[in-house]
């Protein structure tokens, strides 16, 4: 119930394209949502991050779309750079759990020019 | 945003031999760090919680005699390796939340690559 599924595990999209990447989770009491971005030999940086009253976030070219409902929540990418190309990680966070992130598997996403 | 650095930022040391990696947090104060360890292509796996001030929270199955974690201040957390192996290669990461509630904002360092001959 602490998992948090993330698909696919890898990603080729063309450049100018939508990146779109999913999460789903099965415990409720998660309220915080964010995507961290990874390029090799780094570590995360926190890209967006939503909580469950709303429904969508968007930062410029990048965009969460929350489902409380379904449990599910995806990471739109807008007119895909190749500079976006970097591992990709979802997580899930409980306010009071003393910060501690539940993380997805990663997506690894190729933009190719 | 906050600002968290590690060093150092690659290592590379003999079995046997302790390591030692600080976690720094350079703009704000941080009760709490978190250490990951992350193989290649692999998610983050959390190894253990640094709490300022006491005694540290280990993951099941992470060892606590051999990953000796000193929470001394809000602003730094070391992570010692101690009798370092070729299984202990690998990549290390630490972060720490800011202190704001509703941002829940954790931030990451830059990662140590600790490679163990």
């Known amino acids: 119930q602490q998992q948090v599924k993330q698909s696919p595990q890898s990603l080729i999209v063309q450049k100018g394209g939508i990146s779109i990447i999913n999460c789903a989770y099965e415990?409720?009491?998660?309220?915080?949502f964010p995507w961290y971005q990874q390029f090799p030999g780094k570590g995360p940086a926190l890209l967006i991050a939503i909580r469950p009253d709303v429904s969508e976030k968007k930062e410029g070219r990048f965009t969460i779309s929350f489902n409380k409902s379904a449990k599910q929540f995806s990471l739109h990418i807008m007119d895909s750079q190749p500079g976006d190309s970097a591992t990709y990680f979802c997580a899930a966070s409980i306010s009071d759990s003393n910060y501690q992130l539940i993380w997805g598997a990663g997506t690894k996403l190729i933009i190719k020019p | 945003g906050a600002v968290v650095s590690q060093h150092p930022s690659w290592v590379i040391c003999k079995s046997g031999t302790s390591v030692k990696i600080e976690c720094r947090s350079l703009d704000f104060q941080a009760t709490t760090m978190f250490w990951y360890r992350q193989f290649p292509k692999q998610s983050l796996m959390l190894m253990a919680t640094?709490?300022?001030?006491?005694?540290?929270?280990?993951e099941q199955g992470v060892e606590k005699d051999k990953f000796l974690i000193n929470h001394a201040s809000l602003t730094l957390s070391t992570l010692t390796v101690t009798s370092a192996h070729p299984e202990d290669s690998s990549f290390y990461i630490c972060s720490a939340p800011t202190l704001n509630p509703r941002t829940d904002t954790q931030y990451f360092g830059p990662g140590t690559r600790l490679t163990v001959l």
């Open positions: 640094s709490n300022e001030g006491s005694k540290a929270t280990y």
């Open positions: 415990n409720t009491a998660f309220d915080y």
